[in-house]
């Protein structure tokens, strides 16, 4: 599987961002997609997460209510819309992907097998 990520920028502080994930696999639908981010200095965090089968998602406490994120199992992308974006949110985001992940494991890197290049997110203040 091969994703790229897309959609980074710079935004101020309150503004939006839309990032999304493009796939390239054979079979989309059974992997679990993840939105992970690392600053400078930072071990890199969970942000966000949708199971293929039946598309719930999971989030972070930091972005819950202000992140969605969604997927297109037709198109095999996935987006992450970021609203009221903060400049503790600056980061790469990067997108990766992994099959048979379980809830209580959703939110740990080593357990995504397939990940992208990362999209900087520069949020100013």
């Known amino acids: 599987v091969q994703l790229q990520a897309s959609g980074g920028g710079l935004v101020q502080a309150g503004g939006s961002l839309r990032l999304s994930c493009a796939a390239c696999?054979?079979?989309?639908?059974?992997?679990?997609i993840g939105w992970f981010r690392q600053a400078p200095g930072k071990e890199r965090e969970f942000v966000a997460a949708?199971?293929?089968?039946?598309?719930?998602?999971y989030y972070a406490s930091s972005v819950k209510g202000r992140f969605t994120m969604s997927r297109d199992n037709a198109r095999n992308t996935v987006t992450l819309q970021m609203n009221t974006l903060k400049p503790e949110d600056t980061a790469v985001y990067l997108c990766a992907a992994g099959r048979g992940i379980i809830i209580s494991t959703i939110a740990l890197a080593q357990h995504y097998d397939y990940w992208g290049q990362g999209t900087q997110v520069t949020v100013s203040s």
């Open positions: 696999a054979h079979t989309f639908r059974p992997y679990t």
């Open positions: 949708i199971k293929g089968s039946g598309g719930s998602t």
